[in-house]
C-alpha cells in the first residue's frame, strides 16, 4: 500500500530529513586521505543521536552501524571499518535517521583527494541522474518515469545502472511502497500522487552493472570491479511540483525544490 502524508505529516518528516542532510554535508567534509569509514560512522552516530534523532541503519535487519560506506567497486551497503581511505578513492555515505516516528534518508558519493578524470564524470553524471529523476516525481506521473529519466541520462554518457538495488517509499517506515527502479520505460507503474514521499537513489557504474553480495551479507560490489557511484535525496511530491526533503536547513514549507539548492559530493 503506498501511503500519501498530509501536509501536517510532510511537516513531521522534515526534521529526520534535515538532520540527515546536515549530517551527511559534514560527513563529506571530513572525507580526506587516510580517515577510516569507522571515524566517519563514529562521528555520524554521535550527530544524529545529539540532534535527537536515532540511527535508522543500525540494526536494521542486523546491520551493524549508523552509515553504510562504500568504497569504490563497492555499490551499496558497505560496513564502516578500519579501512584508511586513500587519494583517489571514492566513497558512497549512505545515512538514514528517525525523528517524531518519520524516517530520512539520503546518499551521497565524495572523491578522496584527486580522482581521474573519468571518476569525477561518474560522480557528475550519478548526481545528475538524481535531479533528472527528481524532476519527473510530479502529481499525474508515473513511477517508471523517474526511473527511465535515470537510465536515459546515464546510458547516453556510457555508464550502467544498477538494477538490482531501487528507490524506495519512505515515511513512517524506511522502506515504504513504492519501489523505484532506475530503469525502464516511461509511463508505467503507479501513478504519483500528491503527498508520496519517495527515496530516489540512483547507483551507477563505470563497467557492467552485474554485481555480487560479499561474504559479510552486505556489501555489494560490481562483478567487474569497475567503480559505482550513489546519490539519494528523500522527495515530496506535491501540488506545486517535487520538494527534497534532505537538504541542509530544511529551507520552505517542506524543504527545498529540486535544483533549488546547492549539492553536495563529487
Same mark, same amino acid.
Request: net charge negative.
Given at each position: 500500500m503506498i501511503v500519501c502524508k498530509s501536509a501536517a505529516e510532510l511537516a513531521r518528516m522534515r526534521p529526520a530529513n534535515v538532520v540527515v542532510a546536515e549530517v551527511l554535508a559534514e560527513l563529506a567534509q571530513m572525507v580526506r586521505p587516510g580517515v577510516t569509514t569507522a571515524d566517519l560512522d563514529a562521528f555520524a552516530e554521535a550527530r544524529v543521536r545529539a540532534a535527537g534523532a536515532v540511527p535508522a541503519f543500525k540494526g536494521y535487519h542486523g546491520f551493524p552501524a549508523t552509515l553504510?560506506?562504500?568504497?569504490?567497486? %563497492?555499490v551499496i551497503h558497505g560496513i564502516p571499518s578500519g579501512r584508511a581511505l586513500k587519494d583517489g578513492d571514492i566513497v558512497s555515505i549512505d545515512l538514514g535517521a528517525v525523528l517524531d516516528g518519520f524516517y530520512g534518508d539520503a546518499a551521497v558519493t565524495v572523491p578522496v583527494g584527486e580522482i581521474a578524470g573519468p571518476v569525477r564524470d561518474l560522480l557528475r553524471v550519478t548526481e545528475e541522474s538524481l535531479?533528472?529523476?527528481? %524532476?519527473?516525481?510530479?502529481?499525474?506521473?508515473?513511477?517508471?518515469d523517474i526511473g527511465h529519466a535515470v537510465q536515459r541520462h546515464v546510458e547516453a554518457h556510457g555508464f550502467s545502472v544498477i538494477r538490482e538495488f531501487v528507490g524506495h517509499g519512505v515515511g513512517a517506515a524506511l522502506h515504504e511502497e513504492p519501489q523505484v527502479p532506475n530503469y525502464g520505460p516511461a509511463g508505467r507503474g503507479p501513478r504519483l500522487a500528491e503527498g508520496m514521499t519517495l527515496a530516489i537513489e540512483p547507483m551507477v557504474a563505470m563497467g557492467r552493472a552485474a554485481v555480487k553480495v560479499l561474504?559479510?551479507?552486505?556489501?555489494?560490489?560490481?562483478?567487474d570491479r569497475s567503480l559505482a557511484a @550513489?546519490? %539519494? @535525496?528523500?522527495?515530496?511530491?506535491t501540488s506545486g511540483g517535487p520538494v527534497i526533503l534532505t537538504v541542509p536547513g530544511g529551507a520552505g514549507p517542506a524543504g527545498s525544490r529540486a535544483g533549488g539548492q546547492n549539492h553536495g559530493g563529487g
Open positions: 553504510c560506506t562504500s568504497v569504490n567497486e %563497492e535531479y533528472l529523476g527528481i %524532476e519527473q516525481a510530479r502529481v499525474g506521473a508515473r513511477v517508471s561474504g559479510d551479507g552486505w556489501t555489494a560490489v560490481t562483478k @550513489h546519490f %539519494e @535525496h528523500t522527495v515530496a511530491v
